[in-house]
C-alpha cells in the first residue's frame, strides 16, 4: 500500500471523472522539510507564523521575519503561500509573551492579540510585504475574526504597511488577502465579509470546537469534539453553497482536510482546495483518485441525513472500504 501511495504522488489529485482538487500543504517550522512537495501542491494554504515565534526568546525582528518568510514564499514561488498573521493565545502560547486567562479559547487570542498590540502586527505585515517582493505569490490571512471591524482595522494596516514600504522605495503588488472562517458567527456575515476581503480558509478545528462548544484539547470531552457531527457538516455544506453563490475562492485548512473521509465529504459539498499537513496529503489524494464527484456528493446527502456523530463514522467508513 505504501508504494501504490508513494507512486500515486505524482499523479494528479483528480477524481475518475476528471474532476481537479487542489491539494495544499500546511507548514510551520522548517519550510525544507516540504519544499520538496512543491510539483506535488498547489502551493501552501496555511503557514502558522506562530510556530517559528514560539521557538524563540522574544518577537523576532522585521530583518529575522522577512528572512523567514521569503524563505517560505521562495521555496514556492510562484505558487501561492497563504500567511497566517500571528494567531497566539487559545493552546499557543509564546513563552516571552504569557496569556493567562480562565478561558483562553474564548478569550485574547488571534485577531484580538494583534489589533491590541498593532506594533507587533505592523513589524510582521511589513516583514511579510518585504519578503514577497518581486515574488508576488503572498497571501495574507486573519484569524480569528469575530466582527468586521476587525476585518477594516487589519485591512488598514496592511495599507500602512505597504505604504511605508512605498516611503522606502520598495513597491509591493497588494497581496490577496482572507478571513479565517472559524468562529461560528461569521458563517452569519459572509456577504459582508465578501465585500471585503478575496477568499476565505475555513478553520474547521476551531469552527467544530465553537459550533460544538467543547475544549479541542480537553481530554474529559474529547469524545464530544467531532468534526463528523451531524451539525458541524450541515454548517459546512451550508458554508459551501453559500461561497460558491458568492463567488469567493474558498479553502479548507483544518484537520478535516487532512482526513481521506472529511476530504471527500469536503469535496462533495463542493469545496475544491484543501490544505493539511505534509503526511495526509497521499491517501488524500488517493482518496480523491478513487471516487468521483457525482459518487461524494451522494455520500453528503446520505451523511446529512444521519442524526449522530458516531452513525455518520459508521457510514463512512462503511462507503470508504467499498472505494478501497
Ligand atoms: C483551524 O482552526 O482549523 C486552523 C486551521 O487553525 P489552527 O488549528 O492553527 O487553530
Ligand atoms: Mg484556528
Redesign the pocket.
Known amino acids: 500500500l505504501a508504494e501504490v501511495l508513494e507512486y500515486e504522488q505524482d499523479l494528479p489529485s483528480e477524481t475518475p471523472d476528471a474532476h481537479v482538487m487542489k491539494l495544499m500543504v ?1 507548514t510551520g517550522l522548517a519550510v525544507d522539510a516540504v519544499a520538496s512537495l512543491k510539483p506535488r501542491v498547489s502551493g501552501v494554504g ?1 503557514y ?1 507564523t506562530e510556530v517559528p515565534f514560539m521557538i524563540t526568546e522574544r518577537f523576532p525582528g522585521e530583518q529575522e521575519q522577512t528572512r523567514l518568510y521569503r524563505d517560505q514564499l521562495e521555496s514556492f514561488a510562484p505558487l501561492p503561500v497563504v500567511m497566517r498573521t500571528l ?1 497566539i493565545g ?1 493552546d ?1 502560547d509564546l513563552p516571552y509573551f504569557p496569556i493567562e486567562e480562565a478561558n483562553p479559547f474564548l478569550g485574547w487570542r488571534g485577531i484580538r492579540v494583534t489589533l491590541d498590540h498593532p506594533e507587533v502586527l505592523m513589524v510582521q505585515l511589513r516583514a511579510m510585504l518585504r519578503a514577497s517582493h518581486g515574488l508576488d505569490n503572498l497571501q495574507i490571512l486573519l ?1 480569528m475574526i469575530t466582527n468586521i471591524e476587525e476585518v477594516d482595522s487589519a485591512l488598514r494596516l496592511i495599507d500602512r504597511a505597504q505604504a511605508e514600504l512605498e516611503e522606502d522605495g520598495m513597491l509591493i503588488e497588494r497581496p490577496k488577502i482572507g478571513v ?1 472562517i ?1 468562529v461560528p458567527a461569521t458563517l452569519f456575515q459572509l456577504g459582508a465579509l465578501a465585500g471585503r476581503v478575496d477568499f476565505f480558509s ?6 467544530t470546537q465553537y459550533l460544538l462548544a467543547v475544549d479541542r484539547n480537553n481530554p474529559r470531552v474529547a469524545e464530544l469534539y467531532d468534526p463528523c457531527h451531524p451539525g458541524v457538516l450541515s454548517a459546512l455544506a451550508r458554508l459551501a453553497d453559500e461561497t460558491a453563490a458568492l463567488a469567493v475562492p474558498t479553502s479548507v ?3 478535516l482536510a487532512g482526513d481521506p473521509a472529511g476530504a471527500l465529504l469536503l469535496m462533495g459539498m463542493g469545496f475544491d482546495t484543501l490544505s493539511m499537513n505534509a503526511p495526509s496529503l497521499p491517501r488524500v489524494r488517493a482518496a480523491i483518485r478513487r471516487v468521483s464527484l457525482p459518487a461524494a456528493r451522494e455520500l453528503v446527502q446520505e451523511t446529512l441525513t444521519l442524526s449522530t456523530p458516531s452513525a455518520v463514522r459508521a457510514h463512512l467508513n462503511a462507503r470508504l472500504g467499498e472505494w478501497q
Open positions: 500546511n496555511l502558522r494567531d487559545g499557543k484569524p479565517m472559524e475555513v478553520g474547521s478545528n476551531d469552527l485548512c483544518g484537520e
